[in-house]
Structure formats: structure tokens, C-alpha cells
Nanobody, 118 residues
Framework: VQVVESGGGLVQAGGSLRLSCAVSGTTFSINTMGWYRQAPGKQRELVAGITRLAGRTNYADSVKGRFTISRDNGKNTMYLQMSSLKPEDTAVYYC????????????WGQGTQVTVSS
């Protein structure tokens, strides 16, 4: 049972990045999947979520209209397309999933660093 994030990097303000999350293990019981981020000195926050079966999405107000979450169940992979990036989007981005009970699917991985320069 593991989640592995990739795709981060350094980008100028206004640029775009696409993050990927590979989910291994038994995934059929997963209810929701999500991208989270943690900036220095701040708590980890949910950026975007998606239900595994129906694909319903939700976003933090700060990223609405700029970020798009998607998933490919056949590949057990989730994505976060980030556009119009701002310096305040700078953070370590993590992915995870949750069972219907709310329990997280995996321990937190190392995440992927996203740095947006002004």
C-alpha cells in the first residue's frame, strides 16, 4: 500500500505543472482521493479531491478555476493539472486516498516540491 507523487518543480508565476500520483495495493475500497499541500510553517491542507468511482470533484477556494484533479482508475493514477500558478502555491504537494470511514489509505509519502517564482 503506497502512494508516490511526482511532477513537481520550479516554475515562474503564471506557468503550469502537472503532478501525478501512483497508487499501489488494493484500491477497490477507496472512496476518495485527494491532493494536499503543506507550505513552510503551515498545516497541511486539502487542495483538491475526487471520488474514485463517480469522479466528483471539490477544490479549495484558493485553487478553483486554476487546478484540475483527475484520475485514471485503470492505471491507479491520479493527476493534478495546475495552471496560472502563483508564488503562494509554493509547497510540498502530497497525495493520498481515504476509505469511506475516513481512514487514510496510506501513510504520507515524501511529496513533491512545487516552487513558483515571482
Amino acid at each position: 500500500v503506497q502512494v508516490v507523487e511526482s511532477g513537481g518543480g520550479l516554475v515562474q508565476a503564471g506557468g503550469s505543472l502537472r503532478l501525478s500520483c501512483a497508487v499501489s495495493g488494493t484500491t477497490f475500497s477507496i472512496n476518495t482521493m485527494g491532493w494536499y499541500r503543506q507550505a513552510p510553517g503551515k498545516q497541511r491542507e486539502l487542495v483538491a479531491g475526487i471520488t474514485r468511482l463517480a469522479g466528483r470533484t471539490n477544490y479549495a477556494d484558493s485553487v478553483k478555476g486554476r487546478f484540475t484533479i483527475s484520475r485514471d482508475n485503470g492505471k491507479n493514477t491520479m493527476y493534478l493539472q495546475m495552471s496560472s500558478l502563483k508564488p503562494e502555491d509554493t509547497a510540498v504537494y502530497y497525495c493520498n486516498a481515504q476509505y469511506p470511514s475516513g481512514v487514510y489509505y496510506s501513510s504520507w509519502g515524501q511529496g513533491t516540491q512545487v516552487t513558483v517564482s515571482s
